[in-house]
């Protein structure tokens, strides 16, 4: 590293974080985030190697504590025992991600698989371009004609094992201790991957990456068809979520795709998990470690995704509201702890 880039990156790194501290007094006021301040936040996540994200969510903690009693009950019945709940933390904070004995039921697979070859989802387009443009259609297995479709959350949001999910409080309470703060549910998505093209597509995230939408924040995977190597199981390089765990080299890149090669050759191949597993496994992930989603080379597969955030600062999304029937358990849910579920209301 040569003294003038050192040099560089002192200078820039108070006016990125002085662009952040306006940000986020803006959306102290309106509840919308600038997007000078969440650029400037995934900048200083690079320059300071993670450490930025870290204080930030320090003072969120201190703002939003953790609520008292959140319970545990719901599919996750590993957490209920004390010494295995923290077992689970701690793997999480060392390692980014953990992979639960307990699974989602067989007939909750089979309604969402239903649901996923019937209902209306978004086409992604290749990398390449095409006649692909994020056209709608019901996605037929064995013959797809995109990479990856995309389920729109609000039509997620009325499916009744959907709700179920958010419901359960087995993900909320583990989510509240990973991060140090009351938990909101801000991501809500559901996706195939296909074998529709046979290498890596950037806009079906299958290059390593890290995100970056909020200062903190866990996601809970979960296979709703059986995953093995060829059906693009998920990968993650292990304890990259940890600061200062991602090279310089890689995050001086700035927030980008990167190759199998650039990983391996900064971590090594030991490092990398590949979750082959049946369907109803649920993992959970910090990723703000580098993941991917592998090429499909036959079959598909279909996730799901629910995030938890320690706040809404960040990036911006289309502002999603629980419309139509809300099952007597959600509904339940949301009088006892409405903050969880704020960005749905």
Not at 67 to 84: F, M, T, V
Not at 168 to 181: M, N
Request: charged share 25%; net charge positive.
């Amino acid at each position: 590293m040569s003294q003038l880039t050192a040099f560089k990156r002192i200078l820039s790194a108070p006016c990125y974080g002085m662009l952040m501290l306006v940000g986020l007094a803006f959306y102290g006021w309106t509840r919308r985030t600038p997007a000078f301040a969440y650029q400037s936040m995934i900048r200083l996540f690079c320059l300071t190697r993670g450490r930025s994200n870290d204080w930030l969510s320090s003072a969120i903690g201190l703002a939003r504590p953790p609520y008292h009693a959140i319970g545990s009950q719901g599919i996750l019945k590993e957490i209920n025992d004390p010494a295995a709940r923290r077992d689970i933390v701690a793997t999480l904070r060392s390692r980014g991600y953990y992979i639960f004995k307990d699974r989602l039921s067989d007939d909750i697979c089979d309604r969402l698989l239903a649901y996923a070859t019937t209902q209306s989802c978004t086409m992604c387009p290749t990398d390449s371009g095409g006649s692909t443009d994020r056209t709608a259609a019901i996605y037929r297995r064995g013959s797809p004609q995109a990479v990856r479709y995309d389920f729109r959350p609000a039509d997620l949001l009325e499916h009744p094992d959907v709700q179920r999910l958010l419901a359960d409080l087995s993900f909320a309470s583990l989510a509240q201790d990973y991060l140090g703060s009351r938990p909101l549910i801000d991501v809500l998505t559901m996706w195939w991957s296909t074998a529709f093209s046979d290498r890596p597509e950037s806009n079906a995230a299958q290059y390593y990456h890290f995100d970056m939408d909020r200062p903190k924040w866990l996601k809970f995977f979960v296979y709703l068809t059986d995953v093995e190597l060829e059906n693009g199981p998920h990968g993650f390089v292990c304890g990259s979520q940890k600061t200062g765990a991602i090279p310089r080299a890689i995050l001086d890149k700035g927030y980008v795709r990167l190759t199998d090669e650039e990983v391996k050759a900064a971590f090594g191949d030991g490092a990398i998990t590949t979750m082959v597993a049946p369907r109803g496994t649920i993992l959970v992930e910090d990723t703000r470690g580098l993941h991917k989603g592998n090429v499909v080379l036959k079959g598909d597969r279909l996730m799901l995704q629910i995030q938890y955030s320690n706040t809404l600062f960040g990036a911006t999304y289309a502002k999603t509201s629980l419309r139509g029937p809300v099952i007597p358990e959600l509904k339940d849910r949301i009088r006892e702890f409405p903050e969880i579920y704020s960005a749905y209301l």
